[in-house]
């Protein structure tokens, strides 16, 4: 596999980088909090959520079709994927698809504050299937970080029972955590397995095949809840849930493009950082952005702040810092290493006396 990413410039490659971590932060910060104002006024649906995560797919259609015209004297192929990226990136779509139901069904039923505290221990699933399929290597610090996150997740289960939303039963809520803790193990594996795709494809990558990949991705998460939701009938319920909106019929449309949009900058993000960076930090800035989430919930929704919050909150910040510190560790030794090495090679280029 080549990559496009090698020919641009560093500071280009850091530019695209910075702008897909703010685009994965946007849609890891506001997706959940943007869900929640869907169920809080009077959305019911899990299923019609967990389609909206991936159905704002046809926005990047316009970037693809600008990049196809500037390519089309040299390659006139309308898509650059072939069958072989088109499989992974389908695969990985199938598992999208259930992650996200995971999450809708888990910020349905319980607090936003509660689902973004589970959903950090992704962190910890993304270095372990990283390992498993794309070999990352494992460090003091990244263990650490596991099991940091791990007891933040531990310290919320043990208090579960205080922090159930008002109408929800302690079924459904002990259920919602469950399942919210499925979806990042879920999601943890999609990081991964975006980053196997790239390793696996049989053609040169660039950004538009990313693109091209989280296109069919998306699709293919898409088609899946669309099946289950004609299949189950699930659809028949919308005109009347629209009807009966607390915020009103043009609300609720707003509501549910302002979810697809918004969930679409963490695809699209998720796979961009994944391409420039690695899986894992796609995994860091999804829990660097979680505490967003937190306080947003505390200010927009009047969500309580208790002390296991606070707790695991501290642990899932502590266990980022830990993972970062040792990135940087590995980062500064792998720059000496071939400072080390750099004279050695100049002294076999050098002609001999």
């Not at 088109?86 to 809708?104: E, M, Q």
């Not at 302002?258 to 829990?287: E, H, K, M, P, R």
Request: net charge positive; glycine share 8%; charged share 15%.
């Amino acid at each position: 596999m080549e990559r496009e990413s090698k020919e641009m410039s560093p500071n280009m490659k850091r530019c695209m980088l910075v702008l897909n971590c703010i685009m994965l932060a946007i849609g890891i910060g506001g997706g959940p909090l943007v869900m929640r104002l869907y169920y809080l006024h009077g959305g019911k649906s899990i299923w019609l959520s967990t389609w909206l995560e991936t159905a704002g797919w046809p926005v990047m259609i316009v970037p693809l079709l600008i990049a196809y015209f500037r390519r089309r004297a040299v390659h006139p192929k309308l898509f650059l994927i072939d069958f072989n990226s088109f499989c992974y990136a389908s695969i990985t779509g199938v598992i999208a698809g259930l992650g996200d139901y995971c999450y809708a069904y888990g910020v349905k039923h319980t607090e936003v504050s509660i689902s973004s505290l589970i959903l950090a221990t992704q962190l910890g699933f993304t270095a372990l299937f990283a390992f498993i399929l794309v070999k990352l290597k494992f460090t003091p610090y990244s263990i650490n970080a596991i099991v940091l996150l791990t007891f933040g997740a531990a310290v919320l289960a043990l208090h579960a029972s205080n922090d159930k939303p008002p109408g929800e039963s302690r079924s459904q809520y002990y259920l919602g955590w469950s399942l919210t803790l499925a979806a990042s193990a879920l999601f943890a594996l999609m990081l991964p397995m975006i980053e196997l795709t790239y390793k696996k494809a049989k053609q040169s990558v660039n950004y538009t095949l990313v693109l091209e990949i989280q296109l069919v991705l998306s699709l293919s998460a898409t088609i899946l809840c669309t099946i289950v939701m004609l299949a189950s009938g699930d659809y028949k319920r919308y005109a009347k849930e629209m009807e009966a909106y607390e915020l009103g019929k043009g609300m609720y449309i707003v509501v549910l493009i302002c979810n697809a949009i918004v969930w679409q900058f963490f695809f699209v993000g998720a796979t961009g950082v994944v391409y420039y960076g690695s899986s894992l930090l796609s995994g860091i800035i999804i829990t660097l952005a979680l505490p967003v989430t937190e306080i947003g919930a505390v200010i927009f929704f009047h969500e309580q702040f208790q002390s296991e919050k606070g707790v695991s909150l501290v642990l899932s910040i502590w266990g980022f810092v830990s993972y970062f510190y040792g990135e940087f560790r590995v980062m500064k030794k792998q720059k000496k290493s071939e400072k080390k090495a750099t004279p050695k090679l100049l002294d076999m280029d050098a002609p001999l006396p």
